[in-house]
């Protein structure tokens, strides 16, 4: 079991996570069913996933992630992915490693704009770019 603590911050209607370093597989889930849970309890509409201290991206980090999102949409939210690093996009790509539809942003200030303004925020990734 994991046993690392995860906070899931309400900010307004959306929940913010940020994902610890190098999460082991029990963390994911762990993480998955908080914020899902987390979600029915404040009726969020947007998710922003903090990944910018995590160093590895695994498959099952991103089946999860990918999976997690859908969850949140199929609930009425939307995803966004913010703060992936320059290592892990490159691992990730070379893995072939995709986030599905999920939205990215560079950092979480630009995932709050995109959520809060509904739009494309600007200056965001798309992860099918």
């Known amino acids: 079991m994991a046993s690392i603590e995860l906070s899931v911050v309400k900010i307004f ?9 190098d999460p082991d597989d029990d963390t994911i889930s762990l993480l998955q069913d908080k914020v ?3 979600m029915e309890t404040y009726e969020a509409k947007g998710l922003i996933l903090d990944i910018s201290t995590v160093m590895t991206f695994d498959s099952f980090f991103a089946r ?7 969850m949140f949409k199929l609930m009425g939210g939307r995803t966004i992915i913010a703060g992936m690093q320059p290592d892990v ?10 986030l599905g539809n999920i939205q990215t942003a560079l950092d979480v200030d ?3 704009k995109i959520l809060s ?3 494309d ?5 798309d992860s099918n770019a």
């Open 89 to 98: 996009a490159i691992t990730a790509t070379q893995l072939g490693l995709t």
């Open 64 to 70: 999860t992630i990918v999976e997690t999102a859908q």
């Open 110 to 112: 630009r995932a709050l």
């Open 36 to 38: 899902l849970h987390t």
């Open 13 to 21: 209607d959306m929940l913010l996570v940020t994902v610890p370093p």
């Open 117 to 119: 303004n509904g739009g």
């Open 121 to 125: 925020g600007g200056n965001v990734h």
